[in-house]
């Protein structure tokens, strides 16, 4: 669960200059799975152009050691949040205390996933596992977005971000990974549901595959963690007029 205590490191003691300054100019952004691999970049780059980031983990430790590093080497902002997006209560107490702390909430980045299951068929499919890996990669992002829409409703430009796989395309789907394969292809249908119901609050809902990146996820051999990131980046980051209910990468749409 994210809790007071597991955000402890973020409040403080009190009120600061610094505090009242983001919560009335900076954008505020909040990734999910933010302590490794492409979420951390992204949370470098977010901050890197000026937004608060909270970069929320699993794990306090891994959190905090992740936003004290990316501190310390100068990018911005960046401040450690407990949050399990499979815990309903977890998620409900990280929107009160974005709440309490911020008012309002301009970036999410549904970063989080697992269950990258190379090794599984569907036809013979371990079932337990895929419903595993759709509790972090498609009811994770659904809780969230439930739990921070009054936050996002409340900031001037706000964006959601949900980070996927062209692995979820229909036009280009195969065999094979079928846990990941059917849990994006899920997130994708989400994306398009929020894009139109929340198009009347302003509020840009699209997909973003980052590619195949060099993470521990990925495995070697893939396109750098920078350049994956910069699409999830492109896509927090876009002007008012920018397209929602899409699914992209690099910039560029991919077809659903």
């Known amino acids: 669960m994210a809790s007071t205590s597991s955000t402890s490191s973020t409040t403080g003691t009190g009120s600061t200059a610094r505090d009242a300054g983001e919560r009335r100019s900076t954008p505020i952004a909040l990734v999910t799975g933010g302590n490794r691999g492409i979420g951390r970049e992204v949370c470098a780059q977010l901050a890197e152009r000026g937004h608060t980031v909270l970069l929320a983990a699993r794990s306090p430790r891994a959190a905090e050691a992740a936003a004290g590093e990316l501190t310390a080497a100068g990018g911005g902002t ?14 409900r107490a990280a ?10 909430l301009d970036v999410l980045v549904n970063n ?7 090794w599984q068929r569907a036809v013979t499919a371990d079932l337990d596992a895929v ?6 990669n498609l009811y994770g992002p659904w809780r969230m977005v439930r739990a ?21 395309s229909l036009t280009n789907m195969g065999g094979g990974t079928p846990a ?11 994306t ?3 894009a139109a119901e929340l198009r009347a609050d302003r509020i840009l809902v699209n997909a973003v595959c980052p590619g195949w990146v060099a993470t521990e996820m990925g495995g070697s051999g893939g396109r750098p963690v920078a350049d994956g990131a910069a699409g999830v980046v492109w896509a927090a980051t876009l002007p008012d007029s920018g397209p929602t209910g899409g699914f992209f990468r690099d910039g560029r749409p991919l077809p659903w």
């Open 95 to 104: 929107a009160e205390w974005v709440a309490q702390r911020y008012g309002r």
């Open 148 to 168: 921070f829409a009054p936050l996002l409703r409340a900031a001037g430009h706000p964006r959601v971000v949900n980070v996927s796989s062209e692995a979820g």
């Open 192 to 194: 398009r549901m929020l």
């Open 78 to 91: 960046v401040h450690p949040l407990r949050l399990d997006v499979t815990e309903e209560d977890g998620v």
């Open 112 to 118: 989080a996933a697992v269950g990258y299951d190379t």
């Open 131 to 136: 419903r595993e890996t759709a509790e972090t």
């Open 180 to 190: 990941y394969t059917a849990s994006k292809a899920a997130l994708n249908a989400l």
